[in-house]
């Protein structure tokens, strides 16, 4: 390196939400480095199942996730790609009438609320959308203009536009040390140490790390969900599936692989980068498709991975600024489910550094919430 680079932001992290936040950042004038430990996109923002839902979110999430629903609908004019964004049906299947009640409560919940973009399906109409769901499916709760896109497509498409707009990218380059030195931060890095003035920690399962040397605590746990492909079937299914009493998320791709999800995780090592399947807790994914999906025992599957991801005791992201440093934050810890929001989390990042005010609901994402745990 010629110097030590500079810039008003310095995210750490080149996942959906590091890029994401870059982007934003830029778009309001901002001068933005990434730095990545390996390539944007090698964890598990390119990895996962692309599930893009506002369905059956935490309650505090709802109001991100409509705004991000709002972006992922024209995410061309933002990135300049579609990211196989395909919009459809998002459907979470009761298996029984106890659980059709537990999602009408759902709905109601979310009604008083202000928000109507979760319906509840009946019998009949579970049949129309889905017609090879199994006889004894007994309604479900939709959300009917979710949808699915390919996560590194999208992840790819987030990093060349950020890059458009002269953030620039520095991969293969791990963040050892953030460190406060009058009114900018520090960052020592395997490449060297680059200088910001605002901090923006978007480092996903390994996030724990830097908030502990900003001095504090975020209970971040790495995990590793894992995925199943199935060879080519006949089409079936033009919605994404989940389970109301059994985890699950399914879809058939366009060429007609299926791809299932939900729940069941492998071993992740962080340490290392790697994650190993456990493959007899895959089986319960397997058997979940195939109860709620009987077209699914001749499936053959032919392909299978885990990607590490950080996991929050409470299943819910740190967004937001530091409790102990001005101009750091954070925005990691998205627990299975972040793909979706990565478009308006990085709008309300680069609003609150570039204002230090957000409108966004986030005082339920502090990171102080585990100061005492
Ligand atoms: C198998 C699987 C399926 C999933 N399915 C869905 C789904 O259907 N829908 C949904 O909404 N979400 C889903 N998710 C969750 C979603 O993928 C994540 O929540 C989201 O991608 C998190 O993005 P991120 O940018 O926070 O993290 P990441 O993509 O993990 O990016 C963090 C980056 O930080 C880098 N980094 C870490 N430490 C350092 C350091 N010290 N120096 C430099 N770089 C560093 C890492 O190398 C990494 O690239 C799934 C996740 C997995 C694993």
């Given amino acids: 390196m010629n110097g030590t680079p500079m810039a008003d932001l310095i995210v750490v992290g080149g996942g959906l939400h590091g890029c994401s936040a870059a982007l934003h950042a830029a778009k309001r004038g901002l001068s933005v480095i990434v730095i990545e430990k390996d390539n944007a996109g090698r964890h598990a923002s390119g990895v996962n199942a692309g599930g893009v839902r506002r369905l059956g979110r935490n ?78 499916c007994v309604g479900g709760l939709a959300s009917l203009d ?11 498409a987030f990093q060349r536009k950020a890059r458009t707009l002269g953030v620039q990218f520095f991969e293969k380059t791990r963040v050892e040390k953030v460190r406060r030195d009058g009114n900018d931060w520090h960052v020592d890095t395997s490449a060297g140490t680059f200088i ?19 001095g504090e605590h975020a209970p971040i746990e790495a995990i590793a969900p894992m995925m199943i492909v ?30 299932i999800g939900g729940g069941r995780r ?28 009987p077209i699914m025992k001749s499936a053959t599957i032919v392909r299978s991975w885990a990607g590490i991801e950080g996991r929050m005791p409470d299943d819910i992201p740190v967004i937001g600024p530091s409790s102990t440093h001005e101009n750091a934050f ?21 609003e609150l ?12 994402f502090s990171i102080t919430r585990f100061a005492h745990s």
């Fill in 59 to 136: 309650y505090a999430e709802v109001p991100i996730s409509v705004r991000s629903m709002e972006i992922w609908h024209r995410i061309g004019d933002l990135v300049d790609d579609d990211c196989g964004f395909q919009r459809c049906p998002q459907i979470k299947v009761a298996e029984t009438e106890a659980e059709l009640e537990t999602l009408e409560k759902r709905a109601a919940d979310l009604r008083e609320l202000g928000f109507t973009h979760e319906v509840i399906v009946d019998q009949q109409e579970l049949r129309r959308l889905l017609p090879a769901v199994a006889p004894h």
């Fill in 146 to 156: 979710d949808g699915f896109a390919i996560p590194y497509n999208t992840t790819f």
């Fill in 196 to 214: 910001g003035r605002n901090l923006l920690n978007c480092a996903g399962a390994w996030a724990g790390e830097i908030a502990r040397q900003l």
């Fill in 230 to 259: 199935t060879a080519r079937m006949k089409r079936f299914c033009d919605a994404v599936v989940g389970g109301c009493g059994r985890p699950l998320s399914f879809k058939q791709a366009e060429n007609g692989t299926v791809i």
């Fill in 266 to 293: 492998g071993y992740p090592d962080p340490k290392t980068n790697k994650s190993e399947m456990r493959f007899s807790q895959l089986r319960y994914s397997a058997e979940t498709a195939i109860g709620i999906f």
């Fill in 330 to 350: 954070h925005a990691f810890g998205f627990s299975a489910h972040g793909f979706q929001l990565g478009p308006a989390v990085g709008e309300l990042m680069a």
């Fill in 353 to 364: 550094i570039a204002t230090g005010h957000t409108n966004a609901p986030i005082a339920p």
